[in-house]
């Protein structure tokens, strides 16, 4: 393998691993507080399509981008609802939310833009980090991202120092391990737990926003194909922790990225099996390649008091 | 309340309306409004809609009978899924059982040597391959609980990732499963089954397409309902369920039961594979269980239980895709309604879930 080729392996690696890293913290943060966001998937969904409605209406992918945030919004809270105070099944509710938003973004999509349209959508720009950007061979095709990668990078080591260093972390770290005490000590435990909820779909509003808008510049019907629930396998594979976590995005986008990579190479590997690679690592790490799994005591376990 | 539960009572002593009855009706009903309101919205006069969705679903004779064999498929998957809920496994992974169950049928139907059986054989070998397939795939789950403790939510997903995958693989590949390729235009399919090795039709008759699969689901669903209820099996399903560790001081092997409760599952899901693939499609292709396996699940969600509740939202289900695709074709409605219909039932219930036990209770 040549150094060109090298640099754009590990240039689409990070590309690919982008969105799983962006939803993937989310979903962490949510599972440390005890709620299991099957939902995802569907948040992502809608985000890829109500960005890229928003960009390709207005024209502009920043606005674009605010209407995937806030579309995201209602959608976390109905499953923050469903899970804290309806304490329903987490798991037949998340799927329930994901079955719904792939209809809805379907049929809404069809509406729009008819059923055979490959509308070209504007999406957000890319941007070369001083520096960095400037290593011969290896900048222009490892560091030249979409800016959302850097915002969501600054986002990730925000959230990493909020769960280590401050009473918030704590508070979210106790929600999910002793929820009786933290209500014993005065703070809401279903409070902590909607906040979390939220926070996981603001992170998968900007994971979906990338798939359409940063990565491809158009959207097609459930362009998630289980992002999602690798976003989810990632956190189970990273041990609920922010390091972990971030490798095993890097690692599946890693295997997504060979499948444009082999080929190259002149490698005949069946195509198919490529595309199954990503998820056959999932399965294989959470099948015990991380040994014993170190579950939040309460994950997917409604609070009652 | 009360006056309700009189009522119930007046109209059918034994058949008292309950709430695990009441919620579900209300929620499709619920669903099926907003589907209509959803139709208007788009634009579509909401009566040619509706004459398209009967037309499609009772129709003709045929109609009838493909919305039957749909159901089937997903009673099947819906069965799987309240057989391993009774031992409190979520089984999620339909979609990728009924693809290898699919895989695993055509590969024995296009063995050279099935065709030639008799007894019936030729049909039947391949049906218990698809079942075979999906068990297999199933096990994968429990073995992967019991070694590592993997929640069987994700690793069934996962697999169902792997095995549509599988089934793209298989016809894709000339290797495997792709028909030869005799030119570049050569679809990626496999080869027509041998007439031998499709499911005799009940009727003899193609413009009613009924096969055998409908005798075997009534016996299976009898089965799993007397397994359930009568019998030391679904004791112990249902003793794992509750309490692990008690059932395993009372003798009871988690590890066995769980293998059983997922196997079986799969099982069911490679049968109504390999009944799609043998009964109605007869060339495997990619994305033939495109949708099947979460229909399957949210018949079985939907059920809480029952395997009579499973029959009902298989044949809901079933009749309101074929109407459904008959709505997209004639009217215009995308089948994605459909779909938007299904999400707003299991949420629904998954929210009323809390208001059910609690009512029952009482």
């Known amino acids: ?149 850097y915002l969501g990078i600054a986002l990730i080591v925000l959230t990493a120092l909020v769960l280590r260093y401050t009473s918030i972390g704590l508070a979210i770290h106790a929600a999910g391990a002793e929820p009786k005490a933290v209500d014993k000590s005065g703070l809401s435990v279903t409070r902590i737990r909607y906040g979390c909820v939220l926070f996981a779909g603001f992170m998968a509003s900007l994971a979906g926003a990338f798939l359409s808008i940063g990565d491809i510049h158009t959207f097609t019907e459930g362009m998630t194909r289980g992002a999602g629930y690798l976003a989810i396998a990632s956190v189970i594979f990273g041990k609920w922790r922010v390091g972990g976590t971030v490798l095993a995005c890097l690692l599946f986008g890693a295997a997504t990225a060979l499948q444009f990579q082999l080929p190259a190479l002149g490698v005949d590997v069946p195509n198919a099996l490529l595309i199954m690679l990503p998820y056959l690592l999932a399965l294989l790490a959470v099948g015990g390649l991380v040994g014993r799994q170190m579950a939040p005591a309460t994950l997917g376990e409604p609070f009652r008091r | 309340m009360t006056a309700l539960d009189q009522t119930g009572k007046a109209a059918a002593p034994r058949f008292r309306l309950r709430p695990a009855l009441l919620v579900p009706i209300a929620a499709v009903g619920f669903a099926a409004l907003i589907g209509l309101g959803l139709i208007a919205l788009i634009g579509v006069p909401v009566g040619d809609a509706i004459a398209a969705f009967i037309d499609g679903t009772v129709g003709s004779a045929y109609s009838i009978a493909a919305s039957i064999n749909r159901s089937i498929a997903f009673a099947l998957v819906g069965f799987g899924f309240v057989l391993a809920n009774r031992a409190n496994l979520t089984n999620v992974g339909g979609e990728g059982q009924i693809a290898v169950g699919g895989i695993a049928a055509t590969a024995v139907a296009l063995d050279g040597h099935v065709s030639g059986l008799p007894l019936g054989l030729a049909f039947i070998l391949p049906m218990l391959a698809g079942v075979v397939a999906g068990a297999l795939w199933g096990a994968i789950a429990a073995i992967m609980k019991i070694k590592a403790g993997t929640n069987e939510v994700i690793s069934t997903l996962l697999l ?33 089954i041998p007439e031998e090795t499709k499911l005799p039709l009940l009727t003899g008759d193609y413009s009613f397409p009924l096969h055998i699969g409908l005798p075997i689901a009534i016996v299976i669903a009898v089965v799993i309902a007397v397994v359930l209820s009568k019998t030391i099996l679904g004791l112990r399903l249902r003793a794992v369920g509750l309490n692990p560790v008690a059932a395993n001081r009372a003798g009871i092997s988690y590890a066995r039961t769980v293998i059983f409760a997922l196997a ?92 059910i036990e609690r009512w029952e209770r009482k």
Do not use: H
Request: charged share 10%.
């Open chain 1, 1 to 149: 393998m040549t150094w060109e080729l090298f640099a754009v392996f590990l240039g689409s690696s990070i590309r690919l691993a982008t969105p799983l890293l962006l939803a993937g913290i989310g979903e962490m943060v949510s599972e440390r507080a005890g709620v299991l966001n099957m939902s995802i998937e569907g948040m992502m969904l809608t985000s890829a399509f109500a960005s890229a409605v928003g960009a390709w209406a207005t024209g502009d992918p920043l606005i674009g981008l605010l209407i995937g945030i806030i579309a995201v919004q209602p959608v976390a809270l109905l499953q923050a609802v469903l899970s804290n105070t309806l304490r329903a099944n987490q798991i037949v509710s998340g799927i329930g939310i994901n079955i719904l938003v792939l209809g809805a973004t379907t049929l809404a999509y069809r509406e729009i833009f008819g059923a055979r349209s490959r509308a070209e959508i504007p999406g957000l720009g890319k941007i070369k980090p001083p520096l960095l950007g400037d290593i011969p061979v290896l900048g222009p095709a490892v560091f030249e991202q979409v800016w959302l990668l």
């Open chain 2, 160 to 192: 169902s990732f792997i095995g549509v995958w599988l089934l793209y693989w298989c016809v894709q590949s000339p290797a495997l499963l792709r028909k030869p390729m005799t030119s570049s235009a050569t679809l990626p399919e496999s080869l027509e």
């Open chain 2, 264 to 355: 079986a599952a799969g099982g069911l899901g490679g049968l109504a594979g390999a009944l799609m693939l043998l009964g109605e499609q007869y060339t495997l292709k990619d994305g033939f269980s495109s949708g099947y396996g979460f229909d399957g699940l949210v018949a079985g969600l939907l059920a809480r239980g029952s395997v009579t509740g499973v029959i009902a939202a298989a044949l809901l289900f079933g009749f309101m895709r074929s109407g459904g695709i008959n709505m997209e074709m004639v009217a215009e409605v995308p089948t994605a309604l459909v779909v938007v219909i299904q999400g707003l039932i299991v949420i629904t219930l998954a929210g009323a879930a809390l208001f």
